[in-house]
Structures are given as C-alpha cells and as structure tokens.
Nanobody, 125 residues
C-alpha cells in the first residue's frame, strides 16, 4: 500500500555531514508522524528524531544540536540532516511513518505505521 524509499547513507569521516531522505509513495491521503530510527550492531533500535504534520519535532539527546529533521508534506518526504557525525552514530537508519491514511476504491484505510528497509551510515576515519 505504501512504499518507503530511503537514500543518502554512506561512509563519512568523523565531523562530516550526511543528509538522509525518505520518500513515501502509494495512494497516500495523509501521514501523521514521520521519523528516523537507528540500529547499531548488538544494540536495540532507538528513535533518532521525529516530526509531526504540523512540524513539531523531537530528538534523541545524543543527536540534539547536531541533527535536524524536516519534511515536505507535498512530497510525502522526510529528511534528516546529520552534522558533526561521530563514530557512535554508525548504524542502519530506518525511516518510519505513522498513522497513514490511504485512498481505496471504496474510501479510505488507516494503517498504524510503515518501515523503510534502512540505509547504512558509517562514520569512520
């Protein structure tokens, strides 16, 4: 029903920057929250940042002041600008969209959430 395509991951040196993008496609009528999670090897998945339809944001303490989340509602796309990257930011970053309403032949359906496949960010010298 909804597909998420992530891009922008890669290898970067400590102190460098990357910008992640996640575009949602399908018969989307509306998306409530959009966000990024990450999972490092041997660690639990954690919320990095999230943004509401109205633009309210929340960040993990570890990335506050370095990462900025934004969204383009017209394009159903969420971005994560990551600056001053550290080795501990190395992880697979996953896009998440929540409370998605899609159009159907008979009206609308509501879904709790969708996940992207993830994009790898490696911070290393």
């Amino acid at each position: 029903q909804v597909q998420l395509v992530e891009s922008g991951g890669g290898l970067v040196q400590p102190g460098g920057s990357l910008r992640l993008s996640c575009a949602a496609s399908g018969a989307i009528f509306s998306i409530n929250a959009m966000g990024w999670y990450r999972q490092a090897p041997g660690k639990q998945r954690e919320l990095v940042a999230a943004i509401s339809t109205a633009g309210a944001t929340t960040y993990a303490d570890s990335v506050t002041g370095r990462f900025t989340i934004s969204r383009d509602n017209a394009k159903n796309t969420v971005y994560l600008q990551m600056n001053n990257l550290k080795s501990e930011d190395t992880a697979v970053y996953l896009c998440n969209v929540g409370t998605v309403v899609v159009r159907t032949h008979s009206g609308f359906d509501r879904y709790l959430e969708f996940w992207g496949q993830g994009t790898l960010v490696t911070v290393s010298s």
